[in-house]
């Protein structure tokens, strides 16, 4: 019993430098449709961004809702097509979009409660956070963003709620369109200026040997990005994340996480000790 207590408060010291950096500062979570749907995953996530509210961060989630739109377009008998990544939304597509964006907005602001936290959906037309353009006049209805309410956000934040946003934008006529939420995650973070930036996602960060999960890389700057692209050991959809994580890290964002979201409690143990558990990103420093 002694020997637990005693590492129980090894695990707490361990975690106070982290936490003295990280008071008051804005941490930008991505959270991937697959994590969504898995209750137990879901919860981990949650309970994590709620403790992390509760000792001075600022947490923003951002969520993706992928799965549930395609179950639901099936179940309407509409084709489900995408181009470059990309879900092609055409006005009927858009409606089942914004429903089940709404709903699992909706899903993780309870849940966030239900935890003891507390939150605040940010779905347009009520709680617009991001502005942006249509993508490509072939996606249809797709968005890309342009600008975030920073004023809107940080109020949230900085007064006990965590601000949850959907993978939506809205352009300047009040058009709301769908819109990638990795995308919505690195413009949060940009126009944030967040201290970090963490991707929950399906795999547990950058591995050399993309079937062999020993094969995680730690650390990484961008020079090492760029190098590991180019010789082909980042490859496929993970070469379009690491190309925009850059781009947030050279805009200002401190530092980005790839982590693994089924790994029980993820989130803390990527932040708070010095192993992390996923990959982390961060400009190489300047000669």
């Known amino acids: 019993m002694v020997d637990d207590a005693t590492r129980k408060a090894k695990v707490l010291i361990e975690a106070l430098p982290f936490l003295k950096r990280f008071h008051h500062q804005f941490m930008i979570v991505k959270l991937g449709g697959e994590?969504?749907?898995d209750p137990?995953?879901?919860?981990?996530?949650l309970t994590d961004l709620v403790w992390l509210e509760?000792?001075?961060?600022s947490p923003v989630l951002v969520h993706g809702a992928g799965?549930?739109?395609t179950r639901a377009m099936e179940q309407a008998g509409l084709p489900v097509t995408f181009h470059q990544g990309r879900r092609v939304t055409d006005a009927a597509t858009m409606r089942i979009v914004a429903r089940e964006v709404e709903r699992v907005n909706a899903h993780i602001v309870a849940r966030l409660f239900d935890l003891g936290g507390a939150a605040i959906g940010m779905c347009p037309p009520r709680h617009p956070a991001v502005t942006g353009k249509v993508l490509d006049p072939g996606l249809g209805l797709v968005g890309q963003p342009i600008a975030i309410d920073r004023e809107r956000i940080v109020r949230y934040a900085t007064?006990?709620?965590?601000?949850?946003?959907?993978p939506?934008?809205?352009d300047a006529d009040g058009q709301v369109m769908n819109t990638n939420a990795d995308d919505i995650a690195l413009a949060v973070a940009t126009g944030m200026k967040a201290e970090k930036l963490v991707f929950c996602s399906s795999v547990p960060g950058v591995l050399t040997d993309p079937k062999d999960p020993a094969t995680r890389l730690s650390s990484l700057t961008d020079v090492d990005v760029r190098r590991l692209v180019a010789n082909g050991t980042i490859q496929g959809g993970m070469i379009p994340k690491v190309e925009s994580c850059l781009g947030a890290l050279e805009a200002g964002v401190r530092k980005i996480h790839i982590v693994g979201a089924g790994m029980p409690h993820a989130l803390l143990l990527e932040i708070f000790t010095a192993e992390g558990i996923g990959t982390e990103l961060h400009l190489a420093p300047h000669p």
Request: aromatic letters at 0%.
């Open 168 to 170: 939506l934008s809205v």
């Open 67 to 69: 799965k549930s739109i």
């Open 35 to 37: 994590a969504i749907e």
């Open 54 to 57: 509760q000792v001075g961060v």
């Open 159 to 166: 007064r006990g709620l965590i601000p949850i946003v959907p």
């Open 40 to 45: 137990v995953v879901l919860d981990s996530l």
